[in-house]
């Protein structure tokens, strides 16, 4: 599958690379949707990995997963959102130890909120990988209710939460691991453009 | 001289009115007739007497009423004040330089007593006699840094210097020009300047980092930065934005003297003894537009700033849609004769409005 190249942009915004297989002594693989296919490149780039790997994988309704179990990785789990994988992330990044190589692949909110956990642990951001693949949808923040809306597909969008209208911008909190939506109807109440995928 | 407070409002009825007094010694930001962003800092050791830069943390007739609009923000949204919990020494740092300043720059208004770890802290203005023990936050109300920030004008950054960087992780943000502490908190100096055009291509944010990196204890530095803000509305927040937006539309030929207000940012570096953090208080400054043009080399000068300004900057800064109102207006003010350098009024030296 092609990948997505996102235009440039501010620098808050972050940027994804490509995964590449790397030396270490055991390897902890993140992973929403599409995500799986660039594990799957991994284990092609190196299939010694699998014995010394954990995946987590967050399917959102693709059928990747029995792929995923057929490269025998050391330790697989499958999760139906990423909160409900968020406990079990930290748990295993509490414990991870020097030597230890993250890979995060799938979408911006994936990698986001992936990325945030590894902060909040610790690990040396020289420790991470990150490769987007799949939806570009965004995990965004409502500056005016605070509340999260995710998987954010067009611009302006619905706060979910309060219901306004909002544009997607292009800053984003790392710590919130969302991009922050403002209210786009503020000065002309009422006239809020017809909605337009994102980067169409 | 003795301050009169004002009693005023920067909301609803906007209440809020400029002295002589304020106008004169307004911070008025462009020193000759253009503006473009720049590495603009100078060091911090006073100003003319009178001046908004004499002292280290300028108070003003303002002082009370913006506390209390402070305090009505807070009690709205706890949020605009936050420390991550590696910040509480240099909390204490900043409750200790602004403590020491005021009490040495207004000895009228602030006294500090100090007995070993006991300290004795009078705000005459507004009402406050607190003795509490030092780096002992259980002794305060609030944290240090949300207590000395209630009781002082101007909206402030405490910043963590680490790697190479200045990270944001603390404030009391009330007065923004529409950014916001929660969401930018935890954010390095590139980041939370992610949105301002132009100036990341010029350089200016490498060069000013550098500056800001190596400013030493004792020897603070300050800018200025300026906007536009219709009424005086110091919570110009984009948390409340879908709130105060619409008001960017209530200006007419025949209100905006009034309404217009230029905005300026007297910001300042001071490094911090304990912590080693920067503290950046960002003092916002309004004034009406008919305030401006009572000085003639003022009225000039905006009008040409305000003209020539690149289309980028007008829009970062929010006010595309009513600069040809603006404009409108301030030509009457300007006759087309030169203008004295520097950003003082001049009025006993500058010729009177020749229109
Ligand atoms: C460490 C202290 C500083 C802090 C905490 C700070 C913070 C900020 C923030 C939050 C914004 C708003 C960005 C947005 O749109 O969301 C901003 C704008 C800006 N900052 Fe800074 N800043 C600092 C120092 C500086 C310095 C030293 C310069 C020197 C050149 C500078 C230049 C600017 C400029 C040009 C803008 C755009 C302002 C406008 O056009 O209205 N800043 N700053």
Same mark, same amino acid.
């Given at each position: 599958?092609?990948?997505?190249?996102?235009?440039?942009?501010?620098?808050?915004?972050?940027?994804?690379?490509?995964?590449?297989?790397?030396?270490?002594?055991?390897?902890?693989?993140?992973?929403?949707?599409?995500?799986?296919?660039?594990?799957?490149?991994?284990?092609?780039?190196?299939? =010694?990995?699998?014995?010394?790997?954990?995946?987590?994988?967050?399917?959102?309704?693709?059928?990747?997963?029995?792929?995923?179990?057929?490269?025998?990785?050391?330790?697989?789990?499958?999760?139906?959102?990423?909160?409900?994988?968020?406990?079990?992330?930290?748990?295993?990044?509490?414990?991870?130890?020097?030597?230890?190589?993250?890979?995060?692949? =799938?979408?911006?909110?994936?990698? =986001?909120?992936?990325?945030?956990?590894?902060?909040?642990?610790?690990?040396?951001?020289?420790?991470?990988?990150?490769?987007?693949?799949?939806?570009?949808?965004?995990?965004?923040?409502?500056?005016?209710?605070?509340?999260?809306?995710?998987?954010?597909?067009?611009?302006?969008?619905?706060?979910?939460?309060?219901? %306004?209208? %909002?544009?997607?911008?292009?800053?984003?909190?790392?710590? %919130?691991?969302?991009?922050?939506?403002?209210?786009?109807?503020?000065?002309?109440?009422?006239?809020?453009?017809?909605?337009?995928?994102?980067?169409? | 001289?003795?301050?009169?407070?004002?009693?005023?409002?920067?909301?609803?009825?906007?209440?809020?009115?400029?002295?002589?007094? &304020?106008?004169?010694?307004?911070?008025?930001? @462009?020193?000759?007739?253009?503006?473009?962003?720049?590495? !603009?800092?100078?060091?911090?050791?006073?100003?003319?007497?009178?001046?908004?830069?004499?002292?280290?943390?300028?108070?003003?007739?303002?002082?009370?009423?913006?506390?209390?609009?402070?305090?009505?923000?807070?009690?709205?949204?706890?949020?605009?004040?936050?420390?991550?919990?590696?910040?509480?020494?240099?909390?204490?740092?900043?409750?200790?330089?602004?403590?020491?300043?005021?009490?040495?720059?207004?000895?009228?208004?602030?006294?500090?007593?100090?007995?070993?770890?006991?300290?004795?802290?009078?705000?005459?203005?507004?009402?406050?006699?607190?003795?509490?023990?030092?780096?002992?936050?259980?002794?305060?109300?609030?944290?240090?840094?949300?207590?000395?920030?209630?009781?002082?004008?101007?909206?402030?950054?405490?910043? $963590?210097?680490?790697?190479? !960087?200045?990270?944001?992780?603390?404030?009391?943000?009330?007065?923004?020009?529409?950014?916001?502490? $929660?969401? $930018?908190?935890?954010? !390095?100096?590139?980041?939370?300047?992610?949105?301002?055009?132009?100036?990341?291509?010029?350089?200016?944010?490498?060069? &000013?980092?550098?500056?800001?990196?190596?400013?030493?204890?004792?020897?603070?530095?300050?800018?200025?930065?300026?906007?536009?803000?219709?009424?005086?509305?110091?919570?110009?927040?984009?948390?409340?934005?879908?709130?105060?937006?619409?008001?960017?539309? *209530?200006?007419?030929?025949?209100?905006?003297?009034?309404?217009?207000?230029?905005?300026?940012?007297?910001?300042?570096?001071?490094?911090?003894?304990?912590?080693?953090?920067?503290? @950046?208080?960002?003092?916002?400054?309004?004034? &009406?537009?008919? $305030?401006?043009?009572?000085?003639?080399?003022?009225?000039?000068?905006?009008?040409?700033?305000?003209?020539?300004?690149?289309?980028?900057? &007008? *829009?970062?800064?929010?006010?595309?849609?009513?600069?040809?109102?603006?404009?409108?207006?301030?030509?009457?003010?300007?006759?087309?004769?030169?203008?004295?350098?520097?950003?003082?009024?001049?009025?006993?030296?500058?010729?009177?409005?020749?229109?």
């Amino acid at each position: 599958m092609s990948k997505f190249q996102f235009p440039e942009s501010i620098k808050s915004r972050p940027v994804y690379g490509t995964l590449k297989a790397r030396p270490g002594k055991y390897h902890l693989m993140i992973a929403d949707a599409e995500g799986a296919e660039a594990i799957l490149h991994l284990h092609e780039q190196d299939a =010694g990995l699998m014995a010394k790997a954990h995946i987590i994988y967050i399917p959102k309704g693709s059928n990747l997963g029995e792929r995923l179990r057929a490269i025998r990785p050391a330790q697989y789990y499958e999760g139906p959102t990423y909160e409900a994988a968020a406990s079990r992330i930290e748990r295993v990044l509490e414990a991870t130890h020097m030597g230890t190589q993250i890979y995060l692949t =799938g979408t911006e909110g994936l990698m =986001g909120q992936a990325m945030r956990a590894c902060m909040n642990a610790g690990i040396p951001h020289t420790a991470i990988q990150t490769e987007h693949r799949g939806s570009v949808a965004r995990r965004m923040q409502c500056v005016h209710c605070k509340g999260i809306t995710e998987d954010v597909e067009t611009d302006p969008f619905e706060c979910s939460h309060c219901g %306004l209208n %909002l544009f997607v911008r292009d800053h984003y909190s790392r710590r %919130l691991a969302a991009f922050q939506g403002v209210c786009i109807d503020a000065e002309d109440p009422g006239n809020v453009p017809e909605k337009v995928e994102l980067y169409k | 001289m003795t301050i009169q407070f004002n009693k005023e409002t920067f909301r609803d009825d906007y209440s809020f009115k400029n002295s002589d007094w &304020a106008i004169q010694r307004f911070p008025f930001p @462009f020193h000759e007739d253009s503006y473009m962003y720049s590495v !603009n800092m100078e060091q911090h050791r006073g100003g003319p007497a009178g001046s908004v830069y004499e002292k280290r943390f300028d108070v003003d007739e303002h002082y009370i009423s913006e506390m209390e609009d402070r305090a009505m923000v807070l009690a709205d949204d706890p949020l605009r004040c936050q420390s991550l919990p590696h910040m509480t020494l240099a909390g204490w740092d900043l409750l200790e330089l602004i403590m020491v300043s005021k009490s040495e720059d207004y000895p009228d208004l602030f006294e500090l007593h100090r007995e070993g770890d006991i300290w004795r802290w009078i705000n005459k203005p507004m009402g406050i006699d607190d003795t509490f023990t030092f780096l002992d936050e259980t002794t305060l109300p609030y944290g240090p840094m949300e207590y000395i920030t209630r009781q002082t004008q101007g909206d402030f950054c405490v910043l $963590d210097q680490r790697d190479d !960087n200045l990270w944001m992780d603390a404030g009391m943000v009330t007065t923004q020009a529409d950014w916001s502490l $929660d969401f $930018d908190i935890g954010m !390095n100096f590139f980041e939370w300047h992610a949105p301002v055009p132009l100036a990341h291509e010029k350089g200016i944010f490498k060069r &000013a980092l550098k500056f800001l990196l190596n400013i030493q204890q004792g020897a603070p530095a300050r800018r200025l930065n300026w906007t536009m803000t219709v009424n005086p509305l110091l919570d110009t927040s984009p948390e409340n934005y879908h709130k105060w937006g619409i008001q960017k539309t *209530t200006l007419t030929p025949e209100n905006i003297g009034a309404k217009q207000h230029l905005r300026v940012e007297l910001q300042s570096f001071f490094r911090l003894p304990r912590s080693n953090a920067l503290v @950046f208080p960002i003092r916002c400054y309004l004034i &009406a537009f008919q $305030d401006i043009v009572k000085s003639p080399k003022w009225g000039r000068r905006l009008h040409r700033v305000i003209r020539d300004l690149p289309e980028e900057l &007008a *829009t970062y800064k929010g006010f595309i849609d009513n600069r040809p109102m603006m404009l409108d207006f301030l030509s009457k003010y300007d006759d087309g004769l030169p203008t004295s350098p520097g950003v003082f009024p001049d009025n006993e030296t500058e010729p009177a409005l020749q229109k």
